[in-house]
């Protein structure tokens, strides 16, 4: 059963890596905070997490997925979409991390409809990438002046 939201609950089953840093939280190998008090547009949630002394979080491997599927869904945090540090803001279209790696396409990352074809859908009216919190944290683009929450890493 779900614990409800709480910014310095340790609970998660992914390996110590160390320790983190306060306020993240070790999850799937990686130091992550989940902020979703402060909703803001991705630029501002991108100085939010540098002013933490890290950055938007980089979710390029599956089991990182999956852990942080189950970390905001154990935290009670799976209520509002959280921007990650990737977007096709400088070529629709071509999606880079924000250290201009390439993101990988398709599945098992980008989520989807029924009845739509697989993220991503929105052209060049949404050039950022969330993970979308009803569409069990799946990658979807997303309008880069959304005001939703974060996930950032050290
Ligand atoms: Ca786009």
Redesign the pocket.
């Given at each position: 059963m779900p614990t409800l939201a709480a910014s310095n609950n340790q609970a998660s089953k992914a390996p110590l890596r160390g320790t983190c840093p306060n306020p993240f939280e070790a999850v799937g190998g990686k130091c992550l905070f989940v902020s979703i008090l402060g909703p803001g547009d991705w630029e501002s949630q991108r100085n939010f997490c540098e002013q933490l002394g890290g950055g938007m979080a980089k979710v390029d491997d599956a089991n990182l997925l999956g852990a942080i599927f189950d970390y905001v869904t154990e935290n009670g945090l799976n209520y509002q979409h959280l921007f990650v540090g990737a977007s096709?803001i400088a070529t629709?279209?071509d999606w880079r991390w924000n250290d201009n790696s390439t993101v990988r396409m398709g599945t098992p990352f980008w989520g989807g409809f029924y009845d739509t074809p697989q993220e991503?859908v929105?052209?060049?009216?949404?050039?950022c990438m969330v993970l979308y919190y009803d569409d069990f944290q799946f990658f979807h683009?997303y309008w880069c002046s959304g005001e939703i929450g974060v996930l950032c890493e050290y």
């Open positions: 096709d629709e279209g991503p929105g052209g060049v009216q949404q050039n683009d």
